[in-house]
């Protein structure tokens, strides 16, 4: 995907569009970038994850950078991903979200919780947003996340030449991703013609 030929795209279509074509569609550029199949490596990565985090296939979904090559953030200017850029990858699991909603909430009752305004941000948006790198807190939910994510981190390394670090966005439904998605699209619609102007 070449970054004219997608600012042209998201100039002459509106948010569900490119929220359709980009974020939700099967081709992937990080699967693509070593010519490999991309939208068969995608099925493949899908149900792995799917078969070790016990979620329906269909609930799974790569979105941002490692997507598309170029940072869809409205305050990223497309930047290209790079060594530094997290793997954005969406869980849809009303049970999981609650549970990992519920352990934050117990978490900023009895300390100070890192990055309290950011994540209640995320929440007011749908998701919570998690790394296996993560402070847990001793929270036995989030320690429990942490043991099951990290015993497949090597296989993704292995199987899916995976070597950047996985930020698990997990949603309660995807409305909210859509929602969520759409809004950021606006936004970099604005900022793109605010440049024109």
Not at 6 to 14: A, H, V, Y
Not at 23 to 30: H, S
Not at 94 to 118: C, H, V
């Amino acid at each position: 995907m070449d970054q004219a030929e997608i600012k042209e795209f998201i100039d002459s279509n509106d948010e569900t569009e490119i929220y359709y074509r980009y974020l939700i569609g099967q081709d992937v550029w990080y699967f693509q970038r070593d010519g490999g199949e991309s939208s068969a490596d995608y099925d493949e990565f899908k149900k792995f994850i799917s078969v070790k985090l016990e979620i329906p296939f269909n609930n799974i979904s790569i979105v941002g950078s490692a997507k598309t090559r170029y940072s869809f953030s409205p305050n990223k200017n497309f930047r290209e991903f790079n060594d530094e850029s997290d793997f954005d990858l969406i869980i849809v699991s009303k049970d999981m979200y609650r549970s990992m909603w519920s352990a934050y909430k117990e978490i900023s009752q009895q300390t100070f919780l890192k990055g309290y305004q950011w994540k209640c941000t995320n929440i007011f948006n749908g998701f919570v947003s998690i790394k296996d790198s993560d402070s847990t807190y001793g929270n036995e939910v989030l320690q429990e996340w942490q043991r099951k994510v990290r015993t497949f981190k090597a296989d993704l390394q292995l199987k899916f030449n995976i070597l950047h670090e996985i930020n698990y966005r997990i949603y309660s439904d995807w409305e909210s991703v859509q929602d969520y998605h759409v809004r950021g699209i606006a936004k970099l619609k604005g900022e793109m013609n605010n440049e024109v102007n």
